[in-house]
T-cell receptor, first 112, second 113 residues
């Protein structure tokens, strides 16, 4: 079974609209990482969340980790075409090292 | 600028041939990783190394081999035993400590026919 579930699988939004995507685990996580990927390229690190209830923002992107450290959301405000891509969440399941398990990713398209 | 270099970007091989993918980093990171990405399946860990001359199997190591003779380099060999080698391969590195983000290369797309 997939240990990290991401939803929705894909998303199309009109430029300027807000959106939220999610990443859910059945187990408590030691760290949750958000990455962005353009098709055929490597992953770009966005943010890392460690503590229950933690929230971080960078430009128009805000990521939150719930109190139980099992669910994270990524919110984009006033989406732009540059936000289009694949968003992946990765998780540290052991707390022993930096090895990460990833979700399947969410494909975001932004219509001009 | 520091970063991770994967080469080549595209690689084509005939079935039955071994092929080696290159990964070099100049970030002075201790840990390095190889992931495979297939459509609809996300990233899956093949091998990882937390220190020179040591490496561990990930979730899908069968049909692959690695070496870590230098801190900067972590080549991946896709052997003829790998049943479905066609995929996008991503190399990453990190400081190796808990809560250290992974930094990724731009990937190598391997096609085996």
């Amino acid at each position: 079974s997939q240990e990290l579930e991401q939803s929705p699988q894909s998303l199309i939004v009109q430029e300027g609209k807000n959106l939220t995507i999610n990443c859910t685990s059945s187990k408590t996580l030691y760290g949750l990482y958000w990455y962005k990927q353009k098709y055929g390229e490597g992953l770009i690190f966005l943010m890392m969340l460690q503590k229950g209830g933690e929230e971080k923002s960078h430009e128009k992107i805000t990521a939150k980790l719930d109190e139980k450290k099992q669910q994270s959301s990524l919110h984009i405000t006033a989406s732009q075409p540059s936000h289009a891509g694949i968003y992946l969440c990765g998780a540290d399941r052991t707390g022993a090292n930096s090895k990460l398990t990833f979700g399947k990713g969410i494909t975001l398209s932004v219509r001009p | 600028d520091g970063g991770i270099t994967q080469s080549p970007k595209y690689l084509f091989r005939k079935e039955g041939q071994n092929v080696t993918l290159s990964c070099e980093q100049n970030l002075n990171h201790d840990a390095m990783y190889w992931y495979r990405q297939d459509p609809g399946q996300g990233l899956r860990l093949i091998y990882y190394s937390q220190i020179v001359n040591d490496f561990q199997k990930g979730d899908i190591a069968e049909g692959y081999s690695v070496s870590r003779e230098k801190k900067e380099s972590f080549p991946l060999t896709v052997t003829s035993a790998q049943k479905n080698p066609t995929a996008f391969y991503l190399c990453a590195s990190s400081k190796g400590q808990v809560n250290s983000p992974l930094h990724f290369g731009n990937g190598t797309r391997l096609t085996v026919t």
